[in-house]
Structure formats: structure tokens, C-alpha cells
DNA sequence: AAGAAATGCGTTAGCACTAACGTATATCTT
DNA sequence: AAGATATACGTTAGTGCTAACGCATTTCTT
């Protein structure tokens, strides 16, 4: 299914569906062996009937739920015959609600259905239900304790202050560089073979020929790369340069491409060009921006298939602009 | 909370608190960052981000939500300017939906976001979410082999076939005499010191001295007790009667009341009597049914602080009515 | 090719729930 | 004791979803 692998971004759906399949299941037990009650029926009832009347706030509050939604619950169980509405002598404000006769009876005829659904649910999900439960109670506490709201703003705050860095490449870091590239070539291109020995051995195909790998970090996030990869002597080829597609926008990209630039100048390069793919607008836009300028046709001999954009680094001053 | 006190039978009701929780949750942080979108679009959108422009049903499936589901939303995101929609010129029926340039720029602003909401959840929920998410993922698939519902049917007409018999103590029975008459003590009185000590040890204060208990079983389900002990020679006291709250109304007491007396009868018992509650209506109706008859006083020297109702075992035409 | 069946989708009515509000009552403050 | 504040509850409007329906279009059947 799709929203797995959304991860924990879906949680609320998935288990909004496995809750509606749930209540579902249930009601249609319900009917099928004639119970007049409804699955959301069942914690207020069985609640009234551990512990006896009680008032709607307390009703509320012991199953989790609003004021609101119990008393307008309470009004579809009292037109349903199953509970009275009375007003508390000790204190006018509240409304306790009580089980009739007739509730007792349909709750206590109940009970092997109740058996029946446990039993059901054991069989149809076997052990995941268990820790299913759990992991539920779990998270239940931890809310409790923290709500999820905070966290996030916190994390967020957190990611926004923190420095971003450039650093050279390091052997640890060497997963990073093929998963940031395999990022964007997957969902805009396809693998060449070029591009899958580079990326399971950049030391051997970028550093061993005289060129340099950076990374860009937020916090501890790995959030972006970039090769500089000598062609021949003082020739160097931009590639590689990929940014998480979940922190774009954060200036990582153009961080990346300045120090690759620096490097360039301080081995004393003679030229520097890069080949790119037309449909990848904001990148384009960046390296204009950077000094790189659009060649009017593709460079001769070019490794890449998707490459139909050539551009040479030539910053204003440098060298003029190519005509056309 | 209450609910956890349900398991399996409430597990829907928990399983939607806690999703509430999470959309909430992301909601909040979407507008306290100014982010122009609900947490509900997000498998909507998402989707059509990755896969690109799709038919409504498609990404209903893919989503797992109702065709109309996705029309409604589809609409809201509309009038949001998110997506357009357009009639698939291959197929008349189709209406695709469409990510538009302004939905494309928010949702690559986003990412930050997202990385936050993940770490977020992952900082209130640590470890317990990982579970969760596996979990639901395993009750998922299981869920897609065999429904929910189809399961309880089963197990019902399984335990509605299943044979009630009656069988005599076992030791490896012991825990269920304990927990079945904890049951009713528990929720009517409270549990005296004698009910204790004979609970924990019932071969010694009821089998030792020449008396008897019996187990009502359906299927494999220990659903009721009750036992005979002899207080003199040939005069037996019928009590410890218990039927699980889950199983009344299945005849489980009834048969155990037939057995005992039969037992009684075995043993070439003189006098049969029990002590009761008058709260205890339902039972005190079977008492009578089964032949004992309420006596106008309570017993002299009862054991019991609950017992206000005394009976004698007198079937017709074996003893007159008491008068009075 | 023509009719029957299936499919894709939008619409409507209805349900469960929430947020926000209003009213009555109780409790606190001085 | 009197006013201020808090509490308990019902009501209303609105949201997100489903089930059921109806229309348009496509696909199957013969």
C-alpha cells in the first residue's frame, strides 16, 4: 500500500482505516446476530455499567472523549431506551445518566458476543493484535506526557537553527553520496551505468583523479553532495550535485556548488563545465547564478544519456558570453 | 484510562483517539508555520507528487479512502488552487487530477516540515512508534486476507455450538473456582476473609471435608462454578456459585445447580440450604426454580456479612412451604 | 452492430465528531 | 452577602467521511 511508505508522515490515516475497519466489523457482527446496539455504543454503555450512573463530564473524560459527543451520544441512547437522563439532587448542573432495565438485559445477553469479537479479532490478526495493543498503550503514555504538536515545533525550531556546513568527503559518509544521487536520478531519470560505478566507488572515479566530493549538513542531517571531477588536467566536471528533496529550498544547493567553485580555483583549474538535463529548471537557475553559462549545444562526447544541457563555468569578467 | 481496560473491544474507539491525535497534531504545526495545507490533503497530494497526474478512483485505491472521499477532497484542493481537474481524453469517465504549480512550489517548501513532523514523533513517541507502524502494517495485511468480520461470525457459531458440559474439580482447575467467584464478589460485595481463604485453597476447605465442586465448560472456556460443602455430616451447603459475566444466559448456572443438587442426592445428603443476597435477583429466581425455597429468616450464624436471604432445598412433595 | 453489463465519477443524505457558544448552577473571593 | 469566576451541560454549525444513487462512458456479449 501506498501510505506505507509514507511512514510515519500517514500514521493518522492508517489508523483512522484500521479503526473504521474495526468499528465496522464489529456493527456488522452486531447486525447479522440481531443485537440492537451500535459499536460506538460500547463505551459509554459498558462504562455505565462497571461503575454505575454517572455524569456526562465523567462519562467523557473516562473514555477519552468530548462533553459534547457523550451527551449527543446520550440523547441516541435515551430515544434508543437504553439510558435515563436525571438530574444530580446534589448538584443541579449535572446530568447523570443511568442504565435502564432494558439496557441491563441486551448488555448482559451480550456477553459470548463480546467473547465472539475477542476470539475473531485474536484469529483474524493473531499475535500483531497483542502488539498492536501495547505499542497503542504506549503511545497513549507518551502523549500524555508530551503532545506530538510540541515536539514537532521543537524539532522544527531546532532543524532551522542549526548551522548548515559544507564538508570534504569521509569514507562514513560514502552511503550518503549514492543515496542523495540515487534520489534524484530515480525520479527523474534512469540509472546509466556510468552513474552506478560512480556511486558505489566515488574514492576510486572522483577522488583518485584529482577531484573532490563535499557534503552539505543541517544539524546532523546529511542533506546534499556534489562531485568536482578531473576530466583532464585542469579540467573539471561539476557532477553529482544532489540535495534531499526534503531540504530544498534551504540554500544547501548553492552552498555546495560555492565551495566546489572555491576548489576549483584553489587546485588552479583551467576550466570547469557541467552537463545537466533541461527539465531540471531550478538547478539551471542556480548555476546561472553561479557563473555557469548555457552553451549552445551539447558537449561533444558526453558520457550521460540524459545530458542535453552543456554549461562552462565563466564568470562575468572572465570571459565573454557565448554568442547565440 | 478506561478503555484500555476493554482490550480488544475497544481498541477501534483507541485506534481513532489516536489518530484525532496526530492530524491534530500536524495541523497545528501547519498553521503555526503559516503552511497553506491540512494534514488531510497530505496522501492526496503526496501521491499525486510522486506517481504524477492520476485518475480519482486510482488514487483512491492507492490511498485506500472511497472514490467520493478523494472527489470531495479533490474539490476542496480545487478552490485551494492545489489541482486542477481534467477529463482523460483516452477514457470520457476518467477525471484526472492534476498538481498545479502553486501546489508543486508549497509542497517543496514543505520539507523541512516533513523532516520535523518524523523527528517529532519520533522524539514524543521514541521507540514505541516503530512498533506501532509495524504493528498496524502487520493487522493491515492480515486484515486484507481475512476480514475482521468474517472471523467473529466464525468464532460466534463455533461457541454457540460448542457443548456445555458439566465436570468435576481438577486441580489444574483451581485458578478458574479463584477468578470466577472473585468476579461477583468483587463487583456486588467485597471479598470477606473466609471467601478468601476458601478461594485459595478450595481441596482443603470444601473437598477435605467431604463435599464437591463442579465446572461448567463451553469449549474450551471455563464459564462456571459452584460447589457443595458438607458443614455436617449430611448437611451440605450449596455455594462459591459463579458464572463468567461474559457466558450467562447459556444455562451454564442452571446446569451446575442440577449438578450439585444431584450430587447432593448421590452422597445421601439430609439437608441442602445456601445463604444469598436479595440483590442477587437473577439467581435467587434460579435457586427457586430449582426447587429451594426462601426461608423467612436469615441463617443463625451465618458466616457471611452479604447474606441476607436463607434457602432450603425442599422440591415439591418432599417438605411443606415453611409458613409465613 | 446493438444491447447488456461494468466502470468512473459526482452528488446527496446522513453519521460521528469537534469547536464554539449560551445558560444554568456551583464555588470562590472579599 | 454579592459579585466574579468556574463548572456542567446542551445546542449549533461545520468537517470528514461513507453509502447509495444516477449519469455518462466504456467494455463485454452475441
Chains 1, 2 share one sequence.
Request: with cysteine; charged share 25%.
Amino acid at each position: 500500500m501506498y501510505l506505507e511508505s509514507l511512514g510515519k508522515l500517514a500514521l493518522g490515516s492508517r489508523l483512522k482505516a484500521l479503526s473504521d475497519h474495526l468499528y465496522g466489523a464489529v456493527d456488522q457482527v452486531y447486525q447479522a446476530r440481531g443485537a440492537r446496539i451500535e459499536s460506538r455504543w460500547l463505551p459509554v454503555l459498558r462504562y455505565l455499567w462497571d461503575v454505575g450512573p454517572r455524569p456526562v463530564t465523567e462519562v467523557a473524560e473516562a473514555i477519552g472523549q468530548t462533553h459534547s459527543a457523550v451527551s449527543q451520544l446520550a440523547d441516541k441512547l435515551v430515544r434508543a431506551g437504553m439510558v435515563k437522563r436525571r438530574r444530580d439532587p446534589a448538584d443541579g448542573r449535572r446530568s447523570v445518566l443511568t442504565l435502564t432495565d432494558k439496557a441491563h438485559r441486551a448488555l448482559s445477553e451480550l456477553g459470548p458476543l463480546w467473547w465472539a469479537v475477542r476470539q475473531g479479532v485474536t484469529d483474524a490478526l493473531g499475535e500483531h493484535v497483542e502488539r498492536l495493543l501495547d505499542a497503542v498503550a504506549a503511545c497513549e503514555r507518551a502523549l500524555r506526557e508530551r503532545p506530538v504538536a510540541d515536539a514537532i515545533l521543537a524539532a522544527h525550531a531546532a532543524l532551522l537553527a542549526a548551522p548548515l556546513e559544507v564538508v570534504p568527503y569521509a569514507p562514513a559518509l560514502r552511503t550518503h553520496f549514492r543515496r542523495l544521487n540515487l534520489q534524484w536520478l530515480e525520479r527523474h531519470f534512469r540509472v546509466e551505468d556510468i552513474d552506478r560505478a560512480v556511486l558505489d566507488d566515488p574514492e576510486r572515479h572522483i577522488l583518485q583523479s584529482g577531484g573532490a566530493i563535499f557534503f552539505a549538513r543541517l544539524g546532523k542531517e546529511v542533506v546534499g553532495t556534489c562531485a568536482l571531477l578531473q576530466e583532464s588536467p585542469g579540467v573539471f566536471e561539476l557532477t553529482k550535485m544532489g540535495v534531499d528533496e526534503g531540504f530544498r529550498g534551504l540554500g544547501a544547493g548553492r552552498r555546495l556548488l560555492d565551495e566546489a567553485i572555491a576548489e576549483f580555483h584553489r587546485r588552479g583549474g583551467r576550466m570547469l563545465f557541467l552537463e545537466s538535463s533541461s527539465t531540471l529548471k531550478p538547478a539551471l537557475r542556480m548555476y546561472e547564478q553561479a557563473g555557469f553559462r548555457l552553451q549552445p549545444s551539447v558537449r561533444p562526447g558526453s558520457h550521460y544519456e540524459r545530458a542535453d544541457v552543456y554549461m562552462i563555468y565563466e564568470p562575468a569578467g572572465r570571459a565573454p558570453r557565448a554568442p547565440g
